[in-house]
């Protein structure tokens, strides 16, 4: 089982930048991906980025070149740098820890960017 506990969200300024972290808990060693999705109003929620175990990384096309997913194992905890952020950013962001056999979410942080 695993757990995770998201922090960093918050209100911005248009071409602004937060840090998003999201610190795992429970049985670390099983996670092969986790990520970042996100959710607006009246839209579905998306992927917005994520990292394996191997380090790979994928993001939503609209982010590429201004938010970065990195991990610090020895913390057990995967961040999102989010910079040169848009009113089109502000959702309720998820993190999300998946295994061979289940999905695992957070409890969701609001990021709100204001033009």
């Known amino acids: 089982q695993v757990q995770l506990v998201e922090s960093g ?12 972290s999201c610190a795992a808990s429970g049985s670390i060693f099983s996670i092969t991906t986790m990520g970042w999705f996100r959710q607006a109003p009246g839209k579905q929620r998306e992927l917005v980025a994520l990292i394996t ?3 790979v990384t994928n993001y939503l ?14 913390k057990n905890t995967v961040y999102l740098q ?30 709100t960017v204001s033009s």
């Open 82 to 111: 989010m910079n040169s952020l848009k009113p089109e950013d502000t959702a309720v962001y998820y993190c999300n820890a998946k295994d061979v056999f289940r999905n695992y979410w957070g409890q969701g942080t609001q990021v």
């Open 61 to 74: 096309d609209s982010v590429k070149g201004r938010f970065t997913i990195s991990r610090d194992n020895a």
């Open 53 to 55: 175990r191997d380090d």
């Open 9 to 20: 969200g918050g209100l911005v300024q248009a071409g602004g930048s937060l840090r998003l």
